[in-house]
Nanobody
Framework: QVQLVESGGGLVQAGGSLRLSCAAS????????MGWYRQAPGKQRELVASITDGGDTTYADSVKGRFTISRDNAKNTVYLLMNSLKPEDTAVYYCNANSVRTPMGWGSAYWGQGTQVTVSS
């Protein structure tokens, strides 16, 4: 069974930084694209950033230049470095693995439990 476990959320003042981590565990052969999504109260979940297993990245316009996504394929871990945080970045952040290869075959759409990020003004 594949699990995604996030860490690194918390409370920070506007202008500050946080680094989120998400580790995939289980009987994993390889992990495809991974990403970070967020959901603020009363809003839909939105894509923040994604990264392919080859390292190609995409970002939401609202975070370009402030957030950096990276991954360590050897550790099946994805990171999100968030700089210059704004109150509007406040949300629950979710890690996603688009596809995961296990000894049993490919599985898709794995999600972490979410980690709260709160930015105070």
């Amino acid at each position: 069974q594949v699990q995604l476990v996030e860490s690194g959320g918390g409370l920070v003042q506007a202008g500050g930084s946080l680094r989120l981590s998400c580790a995939a565990s289980g009987s994993i052969v390889s992990v495809g694209a991974m990403g970070w999504y967020r959901q603020a109260p009363g809003k839909q979940r939105e894509l923040v950033a994604s990264i392919t297993d080859g390292g190609d990245t995409t970002y939401a316009d609202s975070v370009k230049g402030r957030f950096t996504i990276s991954r360590d394929n050897a550790k099946n871990t994805v990171y999100l470095l968030m700089n210059s945080l704004k109150p509007e970045d406040t949300a629950v952040y979710y890690c996603n693995a688009n596809s995961v290869r296990t000894p049993m075959g490919w599985g898709s759409a794995y999600w972490g439990q979410g980690t709260q990020v709160t930015v105070s003004s």
